[in-house]
Each structure stands twice: as C-alpha cells, then as structure tokens.
C-alpha cells in the first residue's frame, strides 16, 4: 500500500494528457499558418508584421491555458485530511466541477471519477447548486450515479472550494449536539432587545417624540427626545418624568382612558402644562418593554374647528330664529292693524284709549325683539350706506354718554386714517350701542371702572394677530372694551347664542350680544372677544374697508321746489291682496276699503293668479307676501305679470329683502315693505306706488 507522502508526490508529478494535447496541437497549427511567411523570409514589411502577429498569438494562447489549470487542484493534503474526517460521502470540489478530495465513502457510493457527475437533469441541478454556493448560500441538488439518484448538499468551504455531501438513502448526516440545538432555538425565539434610542425617523420629525422608561407612561422617565418636543411641551431632557409635560387634570383623564383601553390607537388628547390652552394629541406605543411617545400640537386645529362648530351651531338658531321671526311679525302686523280699528272707536279722551295705547306700547316692544331676532339671523332689511368710520362713533358718542351712568367713565381714541365702511347705519350703532351697554353693565357689576372704545385701521396681520384670523386686506376696527370682571371661560362659547344671559332674571333679554353677532355678519364682518377672568373684557368688530370708485361728478341739477307729501291717506284703484295669514289679510282689505280703495283678496299664490287673470288689465296694485303655502310671492309674479301689465307690486314679509331679491331678476317696478306694519305705514306705501304708476 502506497504511503500518503507517495501519493501525493505521484499526484503533483502528474501531467493532465488533455492540457498536454490541447498545446501540442495550438502549436502546430501556429507554425502552420507561419509556413508560407518562413519560406518567404521576413524580407518584406507585411511579412515581418504576421510573424510578430502570430508569436504574439501563440504566447497568449499559452498563457490562457496555463491558467485554466487550477494549481491548486493538483494536491491539497489538508482537504484530504478533512474530508476523510466525515462519515457521509463527500468531496471538496472547484468550482469548474473538478474533484479536489474525495473520501472512501464517496468512491464506494459514486465512483472514483476525477469529476462531480455529469449529464441529465441532475447535472444541471447540481451546477445550479454551485452557483449558488459560490454566492455564499447552502443549496441541494441531486446526483445521479452507478444507476442510483443521490441528494446533495452543497456548501462553500473556502474560496473556490466547494463541500459536497450525500444525504438521505439511510446515509448518516452530521448530527448536531443537543445542547447547540438548545441554543439555536433560544436564538430564533427571543424578541428583539429593548430600542435604545428613537430610530431617525422620530428624532427628525416636526412633532414631539420620546422614548420612555417604565411601565406607566405618565411616571416613566424620559431616555431620549427630539428637539421638536421641546417647542411642542416646552420641555423634554432626559431623566425628566413625561407626565410633568401634561396638564394634571388632563394627565389624569388620559390615564383613566388610557387603563380601560378607550380608544385603541386612537390618540387621547391633552392638554400642555406650560401652556393649558394649548391641545394636543398623544400616541403612545409600547415597543419591546419601552414605550415610544408621539406629541402633535392641534391647537390651531381645535381652534378651527371650535369655530366652525360656532359658526354652525349660530345658523342653525338663526334659522330658527328667522323663521320664529317671521311668523311673529304676521301675529304683530295683526294686532296693530287691529289696534288701529279700535282707536278709531276710541279716541283720546276714551275710557278704553289708555288701555288700547299701553297695548300699542307692549306690541312695539315684541317688534323690536322681533328686529333683534331677525338681526341675528341676518335676515333684517338693511339700507347700506358708505360712511366715515371716525365720524360715525364720533356723532354717537353723545348718546352713548346718555346711556351710561356717572359712575362708568367713556374714553374714546380715534385712530389715525380711519377708513369707509358700507354699512346700515342704524345696524351698527345699534351693535355699539349693546357692546357699550353690556360694558357697562360688567363694571357696575364690580363697583364701577370704565369703558373704551377705540376706532382704528388695521393691516390683515394686525387683524389676524387681534382675533380675526382669516381676515383678506385692510380691516376697519371698533373696539369696545371694558376693566369689569370678565366672562368665565365656561360661557365663552354661548355669550352670542340668543337669550342666553348671566344678568338677574328681569335684567336682560339675552339679545343683545345675538344681534351684535348678527348684524356683524350681514355686514359682511368680523366679531372677536378676548376676555380673562378678573381682567375685563374687548369685544372687536372688524369691517372691511369701502374703497370708493372714481367717479365724474354730474353737472348740478336746476333747484327744483318740492311740494310736501300729502296727508291724505285715501284713494281710489283696485288692489289685488295676496296673504296667507287671514288675520293680516281681513283687517287690511278693511282697512283700506275704508280709504277708497277696492281691494280684491286671495288667499293663496294659485287663488291670486286665478283673479289676475279673471281681472287682467283692471289690477291697479298688487300686494302680496313673499312666503306662502304653494307657490311664493316671487313666482306669483313672474307668472302674472302677462295679465297685470305695467302695474306696480308691492311685496310684504317678515324676511329680509335681500332673501329673495335674486327671484327677481328681470323684473322692474316692484317694491317691498317689511312686517309689523300699520295701516298708516301701509296706506302711505299704497298711495305713494299709485302715484308714482299713475
């Protein structure tokens, strides 16, 4: 038996027959092809040229199959060593399929083949399985040999060496001891360790994060925070306990919720200690042992939406009130035009005179509620005009020192370019004038103080900075404020509701902020409050600034003399009288029956366009309402037009004018008169239109 020392010197002295082969025929096919340039001679240029072309080819050709043998495949002892080592059939193998080192085993079970099997489809499998060892991977593939079909497992081994082993068929594979196994079980079953920073996409996020230590997130401490908790809480160094950046009384609801599990993954809202009226959002994750923290700052949000839920709540009860209102001035019309008959009966000097005039006095008081009502429901007739601000306060004032009592003192400041505005005058002092009485009222309430009013022009930014965050270009501002006692957060959002008040009972119809409120908004408007308890209270209204047109004045008109408005209050004409309130509708025709006039009636807008037709070109006036049952005022007319001709209207309704103006568009010579009316108002109205059609 050979020694191993032998062996391996008869394996290195060994020469491969096909390399051999491989370079006795390249060098015979080179001095073929120089043959004919040999017998020539290099005597030309073109000839010197191709021996130094083909020298150069042979010696490269040389080279390239000197190095696809493997130096390394010729012996390697220590690969025998290890391979003997194994039990299961194996080989260390290149990566050309060349068999370095092979035990007995594997020649028992394959063959004694220099080479990894070949041919077929377990060829292909095990060369795939190569490839994928030569990236680093173990892959399996089957072999096929001495009639018999091997599972392999390849391996990489070393660079360019390759462990190939038989599995399977009863053939032993390497056994693992139990306490490795132990092990790579544990491994593969635990959790990933605690986090021990915030990964990057925390710590560079514009909202607040923490990582925190402990198992309630509002004792635990902090172990690491981003900058932006500090601009959020004002606060955030390691160490510091989180709950410190919650408000207590919110700390505690988010905890309650937090325990019983409100909300899953829903964030609890708190609010911030260095700053209670800031809100923000809080999500909380624990995250293997360790809770990350995120703090998102809504404050601006929540203060959108308080507005909008504001702005909301308000049309819903101006809607309501609109409505109430409307009806209420149909029962007020009613009753002065009875009152009206009644005093006819019973003049001055009557017994019943007294008592009629004490209900005419009660009934005026319902209207101007009425007109407060429909005010904050901004659906009061209004009569813009384009007014000097400064002067506006400043004629006004004077009543407003009347008002006041001598124990509250009015300091006025007037800014300077004071701006136009467009506005219904009479509205908007009746808006100061109840800011200026409440006012009054707060520091009565408190032993007397103060109340200011300041007019000024303010820039967008000014405006947004004093409340009015939405605000587009220049403001005009009226500033009514006072050093009483202020209102209570807890009532903030109801002051503006109507005939909600915190006078005594009997003291306040709880109006008067609900028609401030409204005639700011059909003044196209603004209305702002900043008040703190025991600091007093401002109320800011903001209007936009009238820019006036350049206009060509017209040459001055010849002085016309103008005779005085008659008196007389008959007539003569047909009036056609739609209303759908029969109080309103039989007390008026008899009145104006009374005055000369023939007045047909209907009660409807179907019933009118049937007696339009049936009278057409005999109507002189027609009268009717705006909402009724059916059809409504402003189709009545588009659909009688045809039969009453030139003829004037005169619409009557509770409603603002402005409510169904855009109806009649198109149509000319139409007037309106809003509820409560008189007959007096009302037969004035009559004659005017009259004449002016005549």
Known sequence: MA?????RTRKKGRIDPLTTAAVIFFLIAVVFAGAPMLNAGPATLAGLLLLIGLAGVAFLGLFVLRAGVDPQAESEPGAERFISALSEPAVVAAPDGRIVAANSAWREAVGASPRLPKGGASAASLFAALGAARRGEVARAAIKANGAEHQALVSPLAPRRFLVRLTGQGLSTLALPAAALEVIQAVATAGRPPPQVLDAFAAASP?????????????????????????????????QVFGE???????????????????SGAPLEVRLAHDAARIAHLYLTKTDGRWVAYLVDVSEQKQIELQLSQSQKMQAIGQLAGGVAHDFNNLLTAVFMQLDVLAARHPVGDPSFEGLNEIRQISTRAADLVRKLLAFSRKQTVQREILDLGELISEFEVLLRRVLYEDVKLATEYGRNLPLVRVDRGQLETAVMNLAVNARDAVRAHGGGSVKIRTARVTQEQAAALGYAVAQGDQALIEVSDDGGGIPPEVMDKIFDPFFTTKPVGEGTGLGLATVYGIVKQSDGWIAVDSKPGEGAAFRIFLPVHHAAAVIAPAPAPIQTKRPAARDLSGAGRILFVEDEDAVRGVAAKLLRLRGYEVIEAASGEEALALAETHAGQIDLMISDVVMPGMQGPDLLK??????GAAPVMFISGYAESEFSDLLEGESNVSFLPKPIDIKTLAERVKLELQRAA
Request: net charge negative; no cysteine; hydrophobic share 45%.
């Open 3 to 7: 020694k191993p020392g032998q062996d």
């Open 207 to 239: 909202f607040g994060a923490a990582l925190l230590e402990g198992e309630d997130p509002f004792a635990a401490r902090i172990v690491e925070a981003n900058p932006a908790l500090k601009a959020v809480a004002g606060g955030g160094e390691a160490g």
């Open 245 to 263: 950046l919650i408000e207590p009384a919110s700390r505690a609801d988010a905890a309650e919720r937090l325990a019983a599990g409100t909300g």
């Open 639 to 644: 659909q009688a037009r045809q039969y009453l």
